[in-house]
């Protein structure tokens, strides 16, 4: 089965109905765009240039504005439901009782929190593969690299769904739900995709692959300190880094926290400018590194 019409039954498929791409209409774009190149290249032929211009008058105008719309949609509708589901699944007392009322929760909350979990992770996925495969397609019937490079742009956006702070979060949760070994008789089958895995020279990260061409790999190495994060905060540009080691190249105090950065504040890591003040503490992630690393215990 091609992946287009994989990638719509799936869309059709979800019992929460979360925006996607609309890849049928963009694949028209770039079919209407292909009849003009193979125009423009016979021409071309004649005069000895083998390449298409760096700019596509078809594709500039309607290809890509929608694809970014479209991707900005996706990414923004998957922040907001993880993260209601992380603050419902971390929440405690009175907090805890009125989110599942207002919400409609069902009796057992780790069936819901499990399925719903498991499905983010996999929209979040195999919309990165839909996001990848269109760009490649586009590049190919361009003969260019304007789709890598608008990957890039949509990177320094935020609006590359792999980038997500939450995404890293909701990995964290199903480890830590299956390490916690809760049972249930009507429980679905844990999430098995999702795992922390240890190096050989003692790196953790987390990695997840449900399907064979993506994998995602999160290192869970501070490129600061050198070791394992330590009361992890991810950067809106998506690097993960220890809390102080965050504040220490913010030049804030641990006090004033990551909101008193500069608002130009670079990332260490890659200088993309202004990743402070959105900054994510993964509190997820933190109890995993917790459980895994007996030592930690003494100082979270």
Not at 73 to 88: C, D, I, P, T, Y
Not at 259 to 269: F, H, N, R, T
């Amino acid at each position: 089965m091609k992946f287009c019409k994989k990638y719509q039954e799936y869309m059709q498929g979800q019992e929460k109905k979360l925006p996607g791409l609309g890849i049928k209409n963009l694949k028209k774009i770039l079919k209407k765009c292909r009849s003009d190149l193979q125009c423009h290249n016979g021409i071309d032929r004649v005069l000895g240039n083998q390449t298409c211009p760096d700019h596509c008058t078809v594709c500039d105008g309607t290809f890509f504005p929608s694809l970014l719309k479209e991707m900005s949609e996706v990414v923004g509708s998957f922040n907001k439901h993880a993260q209601r589901l992380l603050e419902q699944h971390l929440a405690s007392g009175f907090n805890k009782c009125f989110m599942w009322f207002r919400g409609k929760r069902r009796k057992n909350q780790y069936v819901t929190l499990i399925q719903e979990g498991k499905e983010l992770v996999t929209y979040a996925l195999i919309n990165a593969i839909a996001i990848r495969k269109i760009l490649k397609k586009y590049d190919k019937v361009h003969y260019s690299k304007q789709g890598q490079a608008f990957k890039t742009q949509a990177q320094s956006m935020r609006i590359e769904i792999l980038q997500s702070p939450w995404l890293s979060e909701l990995m964290a949760f199903h480890i830590n739900l299956r390490e916690s070994k809760i049972k249930s008789r009507n429980a679905p089958g844990f999430f098995e995709a999702c795992n922390l895995t240890i190096s050989d020279d003692g790196k953790p990260s987390l990695t997840c692959e449900l399907f064979d061409s993506v994998k995602v790999d999160i290192d869970l190495t501070c490129s600061i300190c050198l070791d394992t994060v330590f009361d992890p905060y991810s950067l809106t540009c998506g690097h993960i880094f220890c809390y102080m080691c965050a504040c220490s190249s913010a030049s804030v105090s641990i006090v004033d926290k990551l909101k008193a950065a500069e608002p130009k504040g670079k990332c260490p890591l890659c200088r993309e400018a202004g990743v402070y003040e959105g900054a994510v503490p993964l509190e997820e992630l933190r109890i995993l590194l917790r459980r895994r690393y007996a030592f930690f215990g003494s100082f979270l």
